[in-house]
Nanobody, 126 residues
Framework: QVQLVESGGGLVQPGGSLRLSCAVSGFTSKDYGIRWFRQAPGKEREGVACITSPGGSIYYFSSLKGRFTISRDNAKNTVYLQMNNLKPEDTAVYYC???????????????????GGQGTQVTVSS
């Protein structure tokens, strides 16, 4: 059974950092790319980043590159999202989900996915 579980969210002040984790199980690292996306209240889902299987390529979406870094530890079956210099507009629920091994869906802007987690809340506020 494929499962993805996010953790690491919380309340942080503007300019602060958080590292989100996405623990995956039920599949091997070569089967899927893993993406992060976010959704703020009243807004559409927004792609954040995607890392291919087994991790040779990375894609960032919108203007988050430079502040956000996606990485993957296949030995731990975990994908991370390091978020630095957080801003109030980064407040959202952050989700991880599977993608094709080459992240083709994420690159094409296709938000549908096969498997995803329940999300972790990130709130940036003073």
């Amino acid at each position: 059974q494929v499962q993805l579980v996010e953790s690491g969210g919380g309340l942080v002040q503007p300019g602060g950092s958080l590292r989100l984790s996405c623990a995956v199980s039920g599949f091997t690292s070569k089967d899927y790319g893993i993406r992060w996306f976010r959704q703020a209240p009243g807004k559409e889902r927004e792609g954040v980043a995607c890392i291919t299987s087994p991790g040779g390529s990375i894609y960032y979406f919108s203007s988050l590159k430079g502040r956000f870094t996606i990485s993957r530890d296949n030995a731990k079956n975990t994908v991370y999202l390091q978020m630095n210099n957080l801003k109030p507009e980064d407040t959202a629920v952050y989700y991880c989900a599977t993608d094709s091994p080459g992240c083709s869906r994420a690159v094409a802007g296709i938000m549908e996915y096969d498997y995803g987690g329940q999300g972790t809340q990130v709130t940036v506020s003073s």
